[in-house]
């Protein structure tokens, strides 16, 4: 157990539709980073929040947008949704030092039909 | 911009034989350097990291790799394949400098046959 949890593990939704993937970090970690897994791109970095501000951004969409609050939860909000963004949703936590390790929650399967 | 590539999308090897996973990256200045590992339906798991004091790492799971900085290179290697090893790989660099940004290779299936 990496201490990182992600919900909902599966979402199948149709095209056009919004939906919010949710992350709760490991407990100390101050830095998040959402990644998208497909079979295409393979593991693409989107986005990464340290203590609730944005701190690097990756290949995201204008169609998503992310968030971390207060309690260093983050959620990826993924909009106008299609076939093309069914993939897996991986969040990861680190300490913000660039030599540290980061911890992978197990994943979002998001399926659009 | 840091990259990293990964030689073979898919590698096969019988047990216990000696496990190689290729790894280069490209950047200006030596960055941190990591392995990951992924197995069927879980997220991935840290393997071992190069942060620049041994240039030899060593790992979980018996893995190990060497930080060749004139080949741009971070090899993964095991000595015995085991069948709980077949999953896949990836490899990921990090800037030295500022927040931490993982950028991962295309990743590496490695597959045990008995």
């Known amino acids: 157990d990496s201490g990182v949890t992600q919900t909902p593990k599966h979402l199948i939704t149709a095209t056009g539709q919004r939906v919010t993937l949710r992350c709760s970090p490991r407990?100390?970690?101050?830095?998040v980073y959402w990644y998208q897994q497909s079979l295409d791109q393979g593991l693409q970095f989107l986005i990464q929040?340290?203590?609730?501000?944005?701190?690097a951004k990756g290949n995201i969409l204008e169609r998503f947008s992310a968030q971390q609050f207060p309690d260093l939860h983050s959620e990826l909000n993924l909009s106008s949704l299609e076939l093309g963004d069914s993939a897996l949703y991986f969040c990861?936590?680190?300490?913000?030092?660039?030599?540290?390790?980061?911890?992978f929650g197990q994943g979002t399967r998001l399926t659009v039909v | 911009a840091q990259s990293v590539t990964q030689l073979g999308s898919h590698v096969s090897v019988s047990e216990g034989a000696l496990v190689l996973l290729r790894c280069n990256y490209s950047?200006?200045?030596?960055?941190?350097l990591f392995w990951y590992v992924q197995y069927p339906n879980q997220g991935l798991q840290l393997l071992l990291k190069?942060?620049?004091?041994?240039?030899l790492v060593k790992g979980i799971n018996g893995f190990e790799a060497e930080f060749k900085k004139s080949e741009t290179s971070f090899h993964l290697t095991k000595p015995s394949a085991h069948m709980s090893d077949a999953a896949e790989y990836f490899c990921?660099?990090?800037?030295?400098?500022?927040?931490?940004?993982?950028?991962f290779g295309q990743g590496t299936r490695l597959t045990i046959n008995p």
């Open positions: 990861a936590s680190s300490g913000l030092a660039a030599n540290t390790e980061a911890f």
């Open positions: 407990s100390g970690d101050l830095s």
């Open positions: 929040y340290y203590n609730g501000e944005e701190r």
């Open positions: 950047s200006s200045v030596p960055p941190y």
């Open positions: 190069y942060t620049s004091a041994a240039t």
């Open positions: 990921a660099v990090s800037p030295i400098q500022g927040a931490q940004k993982l950028v």
